[in-house]
C-alpha cells in the first residue's frame, strides 16, 4: 500500500522558510522520481518541483532559486526546502511519484502552508 505523509507546514510570516518533509512507504523509492505539488485554495494541483533518483533537481521557472528538493533515500523522505515565502505560495502541498508528467499514485493528505502577516 503506497503512503505519502506529509508534514512540516505552518504559518509563516512573508520572507520566511519552511522545510516540508514527505515520508513515503509502498513502492521503491530509491528508483523513483518524486515531486512536490500544491494547490492553492479555488486552485488546480500543480507540480512545484521534482527530483529524480539520483538527486536532480527541477523547479517550475517561477520558483527556481526559492524552492529545492532534496531526499533521503535510507529515510524514503523528501523534502522541500521554502525560503522567502510570499502570500501567493499559500497552499496544501503534497508529495507523489513523479511518473511520464504525472502524479502516479492517489494522493495523501497533504501539508498546509500558509504565508501571512
Known amino acids: 500500500q503506497v503512503q505519502f505523509r506529509e508534514s512540516g507546514g505552518g504559518l509563516v510570516q512573508p520572507g520566511g522558510s519552511l522545510r516540508l518533509s514527505c515520508a513515503t512507504s509502498g513502492f521503491i523509492f530509491s528508483t523513483a522520481t518524486m515531486g512536490w505539488y500544491r494547490q492553492a485554495p479555488g486552485g488546480r494541483r500543480e507540480l512545484v518541483a521534482t527530483?529524480?533518483?539520483?538527486?536532480?533537481?527541477s523547479n517550475v521557472a517561477a520558483l527556481k532559486g526559492r524552492f529545492t528538493a532534496s531526499r533521503d533515500t535510507v529515510k524514503n523522505t523528501v523534502f522541500l526546502q521554502m525560503n522567502s515565502l510570499k502570500p501567493e505560495d499559500t497552499a496544501v502541498y503534497y508529495c507523489n511519484v513523479h511518473r511520464d508528467g504525472s502524479p502516479y499514485y492517489s494522493w495523501g493528505q497533504g501539508t498546509q502552508v500558509t504565508v501571512s502577516s
Open positions: 527530483i529524480g533518483r539520483f538527486g536532480t533537481v
